[in-house]
């Protein structure tokens, strides 16, 4: 065979071989890769739809053998469900836009539904709730001016009761002393701060955090009276020296509180969530109620204090004469001291209330501040160094301040404090229980 032959026929041997293996190759890659591709893509899921749900309840009772529709666009049915008896609904729909309509001759007798039609977006993967309200329509526009006045009242007299909790030491300390303390505003705010720490940052619940913080502002007070007044009174200070210390004390507790505390409000850990009980003009969150009847028993307290016991007729006495009253053998220095921890005290317990009624649970670093004038406005009303006068002007002051926002912007009803206050002193600057002679 000749050499050139020879040579073809091996090449063609090789180029089948080769083209053999390729092949085998080929076919065992191709099952490798088909055998994985079947392992990691699992089927498609047939079932692509969206549960779409809701109760139906009027007031608290279920409305049950009631026919939902799902309707598309087009305004074809989809799917229909009816209500169990709790009122449950439930149906599975392709996502897309659709009309859930109430069929309202399925509706029993009596009740009624506000609207019929709810249009909803059904998303993939994403159940989808539906909320029908049944009873009659209301709108805000629809309260009778009578019953959001009364509304407002009762939201006065609970301010009003704040402000006489925290007025009413201010006013003790002018009747027994003749100081007019503007740094009053601010032992409101350090006991609002002290029971915020107390209650969040050592974690104890708000009622023992405010009894702590009652007693801090009882040392409080007590401090200022040794450290700062009774030395003045002992030099025989001037009242107008006093009140510009007085003045200075109030700024330089404010701006310590803002370096200590924050420039922001911050929420105590307690009795954030509140749901309104009773209904109507009557209709009170929890907080609110409980802070009228604290002020309220509070008071009645001091009241009785001031009457029947024996410090309170010797801080009635110092009030009226604190010349008689030394003379007649009362420890007049003893008294004021015992007024300074009250009002220490009073305070603290009113910045607590008032941070958890009126700021919604929360502390601001100038809140004492905020509440000073409507202060000054209630005692000046009742009849500066009145304990009585004070009660009386304060409650006066919340109310006029809350039932004026019938008539103006809530955030301008401090405004009404100061206009009380210009017109007190116009027209009866010795105030409601006010005489030439304090009464105490």
């Known amino acids: ?30 099952g490798i890769v088909g055998t994985g591709s079947a392992v990691a893509t699992p089927a498609p899921s047939s079932d692509d739809t969206v549960r779409v749900f809701g109760t139906l309840r009027n007031g608290s009772e279920p409305v049950a053998e009631v026919k939902v529709d799902a309707k598309d666009q087009a305004g074809a049915v989809v799917q229909s469900s009816t209500s169990s008896d709790t009122g449950a609904w439930t149906m599975n729909l392709p996502p897309g836009t659709y009309s859930v309509v109430i069929d309202k001759s399925t509706i029993p007798s009596g009740v009624e539904v506000q609207k019929d039609t709810v249009a909803v977006t059904v998303t993939a993967g994403s159940p989808r709730p539906v909320i029908f309200l049944f009873g009659e329509e209301r709108t805000a526009t629809e309260i009778g001016a009578a019953e959001e006045l009364t509304r407002l009242a009762i939201d006065g ?14 006013s003790l300390i002018f009747g027994t002393t003749g100081l007019t303390n503007f740094a009053h505003g601010e032992l409101v705010t350090l006991g609002a701060v002290v029971a915020w720490a107390i209650n969040v940052k050592l974690g ?14 009882i040392g409080v007070g ?18 107008i020296a006093m009140l510009v210390v007085s003045i200075g004390l109030a700024l330089v507790m404010r701006y310590g509180i803002l370096i200590f505390f924050s420039d922001r409000a911050e929420p105590f850990d307690d009795y954030q969530v509140q749901t309104q009980i009773g209904s109507g003009a009557f209709a009170i969150t929890p907080v609110n109620l409980w802070c009228i009847i604290i002020s309220l028993v509070v008071l ?18 110092v009030a009226d ?28 317990l009113g910045g607590v209330l008032f941070a958890m009624s009126e700021l919604g649970g929360r502390v601001q670093w100038e ?16 009849g500066l160094g009145t304990a009585y006068g004070a009660l009386l002007g304060c409650v006066i002051v919340g109310l006029l301040v809350q039932v004026s926002t019938y008539w103006i912007n809530p955030d301008l009803k401090y405004i009404g404090g100061l206009l009380v206050l210009i017109v007190i002193l116009t027209i009866r ?3 409601i229980l006010g005489s030439r002679a304090r009464i105490g």
């Open 1 to 30: 065979m000749p050499r050139h032959a020879q040579r073809a026929r091996v090449l063609g041997a090789k180029l089948g071989a080769g083209a053999l293996l390729t092949l085998l190759a080929s076919l065992l890659l191709a």
């Open 300 to 317: 009645l307290l001091v009241a009785l204090m001031l009457q029947k016991t024996r410090i309170g007729k010797a801080m009635r006495a």
């Open 429 to 431: 600057p010795q105030g």
């Open 367 to 382: 809140m004492g501040f905020k509440l000073l004038l409507l202060m000054f406005a209630g005692i000046t009303l009742g």
């Open 321 to 348: 004469n604190r010349d008689l009253a030394a003379s007649s053998g009362i420890n007049v220095d003893r008294v004021i001291l015992f007024v300074w921890a009250l009002s220490g005290g009073l305070a603290t």
């Open 204 to 217: 104890v619940q708000l009622i023992p955090a405010t009894i702590l913080a009652i007693i801090v502002g």
């Open 157 to 170: 007299l609970r301010f009003g009761l704040i402000i006489a909790i925290t007025g009413v030491g201010l």
């Open 222 to 239: 007590i401090l200022n009276e040794l450290a700062i007044w009774r030395p003045l009174r002992r030099r025989r200070s001037g009242l």
